[in-house]
């Protein structure tokens, strides 16, 4: 289930979000607040849905029927999402326009990618390719720039940084890099994680 919570609100002891009888996943809310995304089962396949801000009307906006799809992240104009979906055989990022799409692979040098994100200005995204290297790619498509030698595999953007995760033998750490260019570092003050999406 998918759960919201007022966290300006102490009283608040949250609400079930757009409920549903099959699982529902990694909701995303769009920058504007008025809608929500996420990956459901709810029609028989893994899909992204749309739905109101309150978790209304929910909407399915995919229908690939079958491979695993998910992973959806808004694009800061509310009016774009990434997602990734096994449609092709392997892991490709798809774009579409919200509400209306269709969706379209992002055309790049790199296969097998996944769990995109947008970059503040929306002109880059950022993925990995399983679960040692994370890349940048043009939003509009093109050749695939590796963005951390670390070992990474999942990223957030924070107005113009992007944290992600680093693994090592001893757990992960939460680095941060400036964006269009920037030295990589620790983010300081965060404790180690066991698990790359712990965080």
């Known amino acids: 289930e998918l759960w919201r919570i007022d966290l300006t609100?102490?009283?608040?002891?949250?609400?079930?979000?757009?409920?549903?009888?099959r699982s529902q996943l990694?909701?995303?809310?769009?920058?504007?607040?008025?809608?929500?995304?996420?990956?459901?089962?709810?029609?028989?396949?893994?899909?992204?849905?749309?739905?109101?801000?309150?978790?209304?009307n929910p909407v399915q906006l995919t229908a690939f029927k079958g491979p695993l799809t998910g992973g959806p992240a808004w694009c800061s104009d509310s009016r774009r999402i990434a997602f990734d979906s096994r449609a092709s055989g392997t892991s490709r990022i798809y774009l579409m326009d919200v509400p209306d799409g269709?969706?379209?692979?992002?055309?790049?040098?790199?296969?097998?990618?996944?769990?995109?994100v947008w970059s503040q200005d929306c002109q880059w995204i950022f993925a990995s390719d399983g679960r040692t290297t994370l890349y940048r790619i043009p939003a509009a498509g093109g050749a695939a720039e590796r963005f951390s030698r670390k070992r990474a595999y999942r990223a957030e953007v924070s107005r113009n940084k992007v944290i992600f995760n680093v693994a090592s033998p001893a757990g992960i750490d939460l680095w941060e890099q400036s964006v269009p260019e920037g030295e990589e570092r620790p983010l300081e003050g965060m404790p180690r994680l066991r698990y790359s999406d712990d965080w």
């Open 9 to 21: 609100s102490p009283a608040d002891r949250g609400s079930a979000l757009a409920p549903a009888s």
């Open 26 to 56: 990694v909701p995303q809310y769009a920058p504007d607040g008025k809608h929500v995304v996420f990956q459901s089962d709810r029609s028989g396949s893994p899909e992204i849905w749309l739905a109101d801000g309150d978790g209304s």
């Open 102 to 116: 269709p969706s379209h692979p992002l055309a790049t040098s790199q296969s097998n990618l996944s769990l995109p």
